[in-house]
């Protein structure tokens, strides 16, 4: 997309806020010979690899990241259909529990919010229920992801079951971290984001040691 901008006050504002975000990655910025005038064309993210864009698979750097929406989206189907059924009092059979969950990871329009944005040189998954959602930059969103995010859910589903995964619900139905910190801060194959805090801190102990 290119923006045209012909007062030189607005052309060096906007520059400026580009740099004020560091996030809203621009691909070429020029200013016209008479000095009043230029063109930003926008941009994605900058800098990212080959396996963050075209891989199937989630990149282990954003494993995290994307256990974290997949969990957010569950809990939003759950929560809203339980809504929509007062009388069942949150008691579910296990043939509804299988269709709804089956509805939330199959929706390509759910999975289509989200994307790659670069947040203090970081690169993040930003879309509904992240941390990240609000903070300025430019998302990333479609490509591989959507069927990303639809097999990680569906694997995470098959790992531990529909009723298991409404039981943690049902322990506290109107807050969302309860079933994150059960399929993404747990052990073994529900450790995610502990892997990737224990891979920070290994990082970290490192570039200290090579100091």
């Not at 008479?34 to 954003?62: A, K």
């Not at 929706?107 to 609000?134: A, F, H």
Request: overall charge negative.
């Amino acid at each position: 997309m290119f923006c045209k901008l012909s007062n030189s006050s607005n052309f060096i504002i906007i520059y400026l806020l580009m740099f004020l975000f560091n996030g809203c990655s621009s691909d070429v910025i020029s200013q016209d010979d008479d000095g009043m005038s230029g063109t930003i064309q926008f941009g994605g993210p900058q800098d990212m690899n080959d396996e963050m864009m075209n891989s199937p698979f989630v990149p282990d750097e954003l494993q995290c990241d994307a256990c974290i929406a997949v969990s957010y989206k569950l809990w939003e189907g759950l929560n809203e259909y339980n809504k929509k059924h007062p009388s069942l009092k949150n008691e579910l059979s296990e043939s509804t529990l299988i269709d709804l969950m089956d509805e939330v990871c199959s929706d390509q329009e759910v999975w289509k919010q989200y994307g790659m944005k670069k947040i203090k040189k970081v690169t993040r998954l930003s879309g509904p229920g992240m941390e990240t959602e609000e903070v300025p930059g430019v998302t990333a969103s479609g490509g591989k992801w959507p069927a990303r995010l639809q097999d990680l859910c569906e694997t995470m589903i098959g790992d531990h079951g529909e009723v298991t995964l409404y039981n943690v619900y049902k322990l506290a139905p109107t807050k969302k971290h309860f079933l994150k910190n059960f399929l993404c801060y747990g052990t073994k194959s529900r450790d995610k984001c502990s892997k990737l805090e224990e891979r920070k801190f290994n990082e970290h102990q490192h570039s200290k040691e090579d100091l």
